[in-house]
């Protein structure tokens, strides 16, 4: 069945440094959303790629859909310690009443000041 | 608006008990989704329910089970609880029946003894 994969598990950085999680999918999407979760807390919805290609950033953070629109990254430039968190990436399985969304399990970001 | 609720917070109970926990979406949003967290297996996807009825389900076996009211409230119920029911209990809901953004709330903390 579809599977949503990210990498890596786990990533520490220093504070300043750059941070990049990625998402692939065994098929194509319709749409792909990233989530962050803080730890203790619940995940907040971040954003939403919908067409081939697409590229959106919020100040540090860079969201890509791939071309084929199979994979995804979010890439965060010089973290801090509010980066703190398991990002996560969703995509949409089936169609109508039957659409749920898949999830990867995360990428758990770790910074040291 | 108010955000997404979810009752109780924290929860423990012993091994073949049954429990129920309780959601209350966003004002307007008639999508609830369910999902189970644990560390390490990211979240699981429970069951989805739209307009008083179940639209989705996971791989969960029968006793994991849940109900929609007509003002969109939600309670899920385990019944003969096991030790590896212990988990954090997320809902979310969204505006409509397809996944657009999910918002979650803070999460039930069961644990099973």
């Known amino acids: ?113 | 608006k108010a955000g997404v609720t979810q009752t109780p917070r924290y929860l423990i109970k012993t091994r073949g008990q049954q429990v129920t926990l309780s959601c209350s979406p966003i004002s307007g949003h008639r999508s609830v989704s369910w999902y189970q967290q644990t560390p390490g297996q990211g979240l699981q996807f429970l069951f989805e329910y739209f307009s008083e009825t179940q639209r989705n389900k996971g791989n969960f076996p029968g006793r994991f089970s849940g109900r929609q009211f007509s003002n969109s409230r939600s309670e899920m119920n385990v019944s003969t609880l096991e030790l590896g029911d212990s988990a954090l209990y997320l809902c979310a809901s969204s505006l409509v029946g397809d996944p657009y953004e999910q918002y979650f709330g803070p999460g039930t903390r069961l644990t099973v003894t």
């Open chain 1, 1 to 113: 069945g579809q599977q949503v994969m990210q990498i890596p598990q786990y990533q520490h950085v220093q504070e300043g440094e750059d941070f990049t999680t990625y998402c692939n999918s065994s098929t194509t999407l319709s749409n792909i959303q990233w989530y962050k979760q803080r730890p203790g807390g619940h995940p907040v919805f971040l954003i939403q790629l919908v067409k081939s290609g697409e590229v959106k950033k919020q100040k540090r953070l860079t969201f890509q859909f791939g071309e084929a629109k199979k994979n995804s990254s979010l890439h965060i430039t010089a973290t801090q310690t509010t980066d703190v968190g398991t990002y996560f990436c969703a995509g949409p399985k089936g169609a109508g009443n039957n659409r749920k969304l898949i999830w990867g399990l995360g990428t758990s970001l770790a910074v040291n000041p």
